[in-house]
Structure formats: structure tokens, C-alpha cells
């Protein structure tokens, strides 16, 4: 059984909880005003390496394993959660800005994901994110198109101008928005339901033997 993420079931809600609602509030302004705030990403990254130190203190307190310090001492549990939000966040702006470079997202894809890096830390779970997303944005888009009715010369215009929707510009004529805030915003909420599923006391633990 892999290492405890979370001291306990109540910080385990109160985190995934927090980073849910976050994310949805990202969505919401960005499906209504088709741009993200920047306020709004600082306070998602601020947040998470806030919520990743407290994590990581409460842990070091009761002796439980920290990611990369010995574990006993408040203050180095304070410093392992800020680090592992850190270095969360700098990971999820360097693979989306390389993204951004081959225009296959916009700039506030890059923020956002970048943000959600500064909760979910330095962990595959922030690869899970990510994969997860696109799979909802690919679901999301052909949903949307098949409930347009679009013709074929209004599908290549919407297929070809995902990347620029992403970042708050006008979408052509007849086609189909979508943004990409809303997939980030589901799989942030499955990754983290279904990864912390026994925390979170959703599901038992598999028994030893068993």
C-alpha cells in the first residue's frame, strides 16, 4: 500500500474539495467571459503550495512518511509540501509552455494547468491530469459538434480552431467553442476522487493476502 498522502479523511475532503471548487470557478468564468483571470491562477497556485505546507507540516507532526525529508519535525514538513507544490507547478509550465510553443494550447491553458501543478505537487498524478483532460476536451468537442449539426465546412473551421479558442479568441462563424478549463476542471475531480479514493473513504483498502 503506497505511502499516506493526507493526515487525515477531513484534510483529504477539505483538499480535494478546495481544489475542485477552484477549478470549476476557473471554468465557469472562462466559459462565460472566454479568458481566465490571472488573479484567479495566482490565488489556485497560492492556495495549493499553502495547502501542500500545512499537509506537509501535519504529517512531519504525527510521524508519518514526507516525500522528501525525514519526517518528526513540523518545519521540514512545512518546506517538503511547499516543494512539492513547487516543483509541481514549474513541471506543468514547462510541458504546457512547450505545448503553447507548438500552438497546440492557449496561453491560459498553460496558466491554469500550471496552477493545478502547485496543488497536485510533483506526483504522476499531475501526468493523470493532463491525459485525462484531453481525453474529456476530445469527448467534450465531438459531443458538442454532434449536437450542432454542423456541416462539413463548419466542422473544419471548429476542428481547426480548438487552440485558439483555449485562449479567449473569437471562434468562427457557426462553429463551436470549447474551452479547455472544463476538462482540466472533470479530471482534476476524477483524478482526485478516484487516486484518494481509500483517504477519502470512498472505497476499503485491499486487505494483505487478500
Known amino acids: 500500500m503506497s505511502r499516506e498522502f493526507f493526515p487525515d479523511p ?30 484567479l491562477n495566482f490565488l489556485i497556485l497560492g492556495t495549493g503550495l499553502i495547502a501542500n505546507g500545512i499537509r506537509g507540516a501535519w504529517l512531519a507532526a504525527i510521524e508519518k512518511p514526507l516525500w522528501v525529508f525525514d519526517t518528526g519535525s513540523w518545519g521540514l514538513g512545512l518546506i517538503d509540501g511547499v516543494l512539492f507544490g513547487l516543483l509541481g507547478f514549474l513541471v506543468a509550465f ?24 502547485g496543488w497536485i505537487g510533483l506526483s504522476v498524478n499531475l501526468l493523470w491530469v493532463w491525459l485525462m483532460s484531453i481525453v474529456t476536451l476530445f469527448i467534450w468537442t465531438i459531443l458538442r459538434i454532434l449536437t450542432r449539426g454542423l456541416s462539413p465546412k463548419s466542422l473544419k473551421k471548429t476542428v481547426g480552431s480548438l487552440s485558439q479558442q483555449t485562449d479567449g479568441r473569437a471562434s468562427p462563424h457557426n462553429s463551436v467553442r470549447v474551452t479547455y478549463s472544463v476538462p482540466i476542471a472533470v479530471a482534476v475531480i476524477l483524478v482526485l476522487l478516484w487516486v484518494h479514493r481509500f483517504e ?11
Not at 21 to 37: C, E, G, N, Q, R
Open 200 to 210: 477519502l473513504l470512498l472505497a476499503l483498502p485491499p486487505q494483505p493476502g487478500s
Open 94 to 117: 514547462v510541458v504546457m509552455f512547450g505545448f503553447w510553443l507548438l500552438g497546440l494550447c492557449g496561453g491560459g491553458d498553460v496558466k491554469l494547468l500550471a496552477a493545478v501543478g
Open 10 to 39: 477531513v484534510v483529504a475532503w477539505a483538499y480535494c474539495l478546495g481544489l475542485g471548487f477552484l477549478t470549476s470557478v476557473a471554468a465557469y468564468i472562462d466559459t462565460k467571459t472566454a479568458k481566465i483571470p490571472n488573479r
